[in-house]
């Protein structure tokens, strides 16, 4: 099956410390991935696309094709970052196939 | 104001009944998709539509049945065969823009408990 995983269920870091939630995906051609987060008690939503190379609340991912991955990574975690996060793929358009979202990461900013 | 709307919020059924999760989006896309969200297992597709008049079987399609008559619409229902059917579900939506895939826009879900 072609899927992205995550392989920490739960990542507790101090503030100020720096931040890497890992995503590896396992499906071939050119990947296009994304990063989504759940604050408590908000809806999912868009963190970052990788096409757009964006750097959203002092979050970056790079793709790495030769590791097969796409971590996110953030210099210096504040406790607003505390959430569930999601790398998942865009979506189903055209020729590509499903591809099932990563089991999601949670993120605990201790202060 | 675009975007998706899931109903109801909260959704409290009796064992052996049958009900329906409905999910509405004004953006045009093309692809719907329902997901269940569980504690510690994180988003697992149920179904999914590519096209008005078409739908596939996601991941645990057992016990649920969807329809796909509108572009806009999307409901799932949740059968008495579904063993376990208490959980969170997520609506989501997807297209592409300028050809390139755009990501999902998410409902804000609606929590279904059966007593």
């Known amino acids: 099956a072609q899927r992205v995983t995550q392989p920490e269920k739960l990542l507790s870091v101090f503030k100020g410390a720096p931040v890497e939630l890992k995503c590896n995906y396992s499906y071939s051609g050119s990947p296009e991935l994304f990063w989504y987060v759940q604050y408590s008690r908000q809806r999912l939503q868009l963190l970052l696309r990788h096409i757009s190379r964006e750097s959203i609340k002092g979050f970056t991912a790079d793709l790495n094709k030769g590791e097969t991955s796409f971590h996110l990574k953030k210099p210096f975690a504040q406790e607003e970052d505390s959430a569930m996060y999601y790398c998942a793929p865009p979506g189903l358009s055209g020729g590509y196939q499903k591809v099932t979202f990563g089991t999601g990461t949670k993120l605990q900013v201790i202060p | 104001d675009g975007g998706i709307t899931q109903s109801p919020k909260y959704l409290f059924r009796k064992e052996g009944q049958n009900v329906t999760l409905s999910c509405e989006q004004n953006l045009n896309h093309d692809a719907m998709y329902w997901y269940r969200q569980d504690p510690g297992q994180g988003l697992r597709l149920i179904y999914y539509s590519q096209i008005v008049n078409d739908f596939q079987k996601g991941d645990i399609a057992e016990g649920y049945s969807v329809s796909r008559e509108k572009k806009e619409s999307f409901p799932l229902t949740v059968t008495s065969a579904q063993k376990n059917p208490t959980a969170f579900y997520l609506c989501?939506?997807?297209?592409?823009?300028?050809?390139?895939?755009?990501?999902?826009?998410f409902g804000s879900g609606t929590r279904l408990t059966v007593v």
């Open positions: 989501a939506s997807s297209t592409t823009l300028m050809g390139r895939l755009y990501g999902y826009t």
